[in-house]
């Protein structure tokens, strides 16, 4: 069973009293908890029409770049993106506990200090409402290898379950519509496009500057002529 599905078990404002009251003798619940996995499991968000396609757009703050390693998330923050409009006010974010404070070096870059790390909740209850939150919606992130690697292991190590959803990278439009120049980092992609990042390296900020960036590059590449994902994914294939 996906993570997801394993959260809403779990979340008392959709399951009643948690995870303990799900059982056969409650038909409604089963019901419920299996219409959204089949959901999930059965959503193809390749041929959604762009302007139809909810999205949740996220970022992670980490203390480095290998969670095989050791190196761990230090926050999540994220927003609900339709079509091309940025829904503000459903947003995410939250620091995750740790008893080992960041290097100095993480900490002048994010601002985020071992106290702040030791008031903050575990990793598995900042999936469990991140799950919450996001529901079947696919993902969407800038250089999201980062944060499926780092999602991939949190995953895996808090519940012992698999990531399943899917992560759609802000490059794979930005490859395609603005192919004759370099724009690698989100500074220079949000700097194409005029837009400001208030706090950089703070995972909810850079959330909302990519969030602004997916939906710039959502107006271009429909202009194009692309209506899709699938359409996206087949061009680049040529691409290889």
């Not at 993902?139 to 012992?160: G, I």
């Not at 909810?204 to 500057?209: G, N, R, S």
């Not at 002529?225 to 699938?230: Q, V």
């Amino acid at each position: 069973m996906n993570p997801f599905v394993q959260f809403v078990k779990d979340l008392s404002d959709r399951l009643g009293s948690g995870f303990s009251s799900l059982n056969q003798n409650d038909p409604s619940k089963v019901a419920y908890v299996r219409n959204l996995e089949r959901q999930l499991r059965n959503k193809d968000t390749l041929v959604v029409p762009f302007e139809e396609l909810s999205v949740v757009v996220f970022d992670l703050e980490t203390t480095g770049f290998y969670p095989y390693k050791g190196d761990e998330i230090l926050s999540i923050g994220a927003v609900k993106v339709e079509g091309t409009k940025i829904l503000e006010d459903q947003s995410f974010y939250s620091l995750v506990y740790s008893e080992s404070a960041p290097s100095e070096e993480i900490t002048k870059l994010t601002g985020i200090t071992g106290e702040m790390l030791l008031e903050s909740p575990a990793m598995r209850d900042v999936l469990k409402e991140f799950y919450s939150y996001v529901k079947t919606d696919t993902l969407v992130a800038h250089h999201a290898n980062h944060e499926k690697q780092f999602m991939n292991h949190a995953t895996w190590l808090a519940l012992r379950k698999n990531f399943q959803h899917r992560i759609v990278d802000t490059s794979f439009l930005t490859k395609i519509i603005h192919k004759e120049k370099d724009l690698v980092s989100l500074d220079d992609c949000c700097a194409h496009y005029g837009i400001s990042i208030k706090h950089r390296h703070h995972a909810f900020h850079d959330a909302m500057a990519t969030a602004k960036l997916w939906v710039e590059s959502i107006k271009d590449i429909q202009e194009l002529g692309f209506e899709n994902l699938n359409d996206v994914y087949t061009y680049l294939a040529t691409l290889k």
